[in-house]
Nanobody
């Protein structure tokens, strides 16, 4: 059974940092691209970042470029999102998602999400 479990969310002040983790199981993590997607209150899903299976290729939404860094540890089957210089508009539920391929090509499995709240 494929499982994606996010952690690391919480309440942080503007300008602060958080590191999200996504622990995975039930599939060969190193064979698939992964993404982070978020949903702000009252809004639709927004793609945030993606990384290919080997970790050598990453991409970011313009809204987070230069502030967020996606990475993965294929030995520990874990995906990360380092978030710096957080803004109130980053407040959202953050989901990790698995691609069905080595590169991003939609998402076939999702985690349950972790809440990030940026507020003073």
């Amino acid at each position: 059974e494929v499982q994606l479990v996010e952690s690391g969310g919480g309440l942080v002040q503007p300008g602060g940092s958080l590191r999200l983790s996504c622990a995975t199981s039930g599939f060969t993590f190193s064979s698939y691209a992964m993404s982070w997607v978020r949903q702000a209150p009252g809004k639709g899903l927004e793609w945030v970042s993606a990384i290919n299976s080997g970790g050598g290729s990453t991409s970011y939404a313009d809204s987070v470029k230069g502030r967020f860094t996606i990475s993965r540890d294929n030995d520990k089957n874990t995906l990360f999102l380092q978030m710096n210089s957080l803004k109130s508009e980053d407040t959202a539920v953050y989901y990790c998602a698995k691609s069905p391929r080595t590169v991003v090509d939609g998402n076939d499995y999702w985690g349950q999400g972790t809440q990030v709240t940026v507020s003073s």
